[in-house]
C-alpha cells in the first residue's frame, strides 16, 4: 500500500517563490519533524518554492533524506490577478473564485485551474510509480485545493 502525506507548506511572509518561512512557519516545521518521525518516510517530494521547501527541511535532516523538487508542485501561477491582492484584493478574491467555477479560465501569464490539476495529478501519478511506500509531499494551498476537488 502507498502512503502520499501531502504537506501544505507552513506559514510563510508572502506569496512569491522566494518568501521565506515566518518563525511561526519554522516552528511548524520542527512540529512536522514530531508528526512524521516515526511514520517510515522512505521518501520527501517538495515544491521548488522556498516555503515549501524549508517546511520540510527539518524533517528530510533528521531522517537523513534528500529532497527531491518536481516543478509539477509549485503554486498555481494566477497571471495577472496575482498583482491584484495589494491593489484591488476584493476585485482578485472575485476573479480567484471565478478560476474554481470556470475550470479552464486562464487570465494572462498564468494558467487554468484544469491545467494546474493536470500537472498535479501527474506528479502524483509518478510518485504512486515509484517503490516507495511513505512519501511526504510539500506543496500549496491553491494546489492542495486543486487537487482534492480532482
Known amino acids: 500500500m502507498k502512503h502520499i ?4 507548506h507552513c506559514k510563510a511572509e508572502g506569496q512569491p517563490p522566494e ?3 515566518t518563525a511561526e512557519g519554522k516552528k511548524q516545521a520542527e512540529d512536522l ?6 511514520c517510515g518516510i522512505e521518501r520527501i517530494v517538495s515544491s521548488p518554492f522556498v516555503r515549501a ?9 533528521r531522517l537523513g533524506l534528500e529532497i527531491e523538487y518536481d516543478e509539477r508542485l ?3 501561477n494566477l497571471g495577472d490577478i496575482g498583482v491584484e491582492w495589494d491593489v484591488d484584493y476584493g476585485k482578485a478574491l472575485a476573479q480567484f ?9 486562464c487570465f494572462p501569464g498564468g494558467e487554468s485551474s ?8 501527474a506528479a502524483i501519478v ?3 510509480a515509484k517503490d516507495v511506500s511513505r512519501t511526504v509531499v510539500a506543496s500549496h494551498g491553491n494546489l492542495t485545493t486543486l487537487v482534492l476537488n480532482y
Not at 5 to 8: E, K, S
Not at 33 to 38: A, R
Not at 53 to 61: K, M, Q
Open 33 to 38: 519533524v514530531d508528526f512524521f518521525c516515526d
Open 53 to 61: 521547501r524549508d517546511s520540510v527541511v527539518p524533517l528530510a535532516e
Open 19 to 21: 518568501a521565506p518561512l
Open 5 to 8: 502525506y501531502w504537506v501544505r
Open 74 to 76: 509549485a503554486e498555481r
Open 114 to 121: 484544469c491545467d494546474a490539476t493536470n500537472r498535479a495529478i
Open 97 to 105: 473564485k471565478r478560476t474554481f467555477d470556470e475550470r479552464d479560465l
Open 126 to 128: 509518478d510518485l504512486v
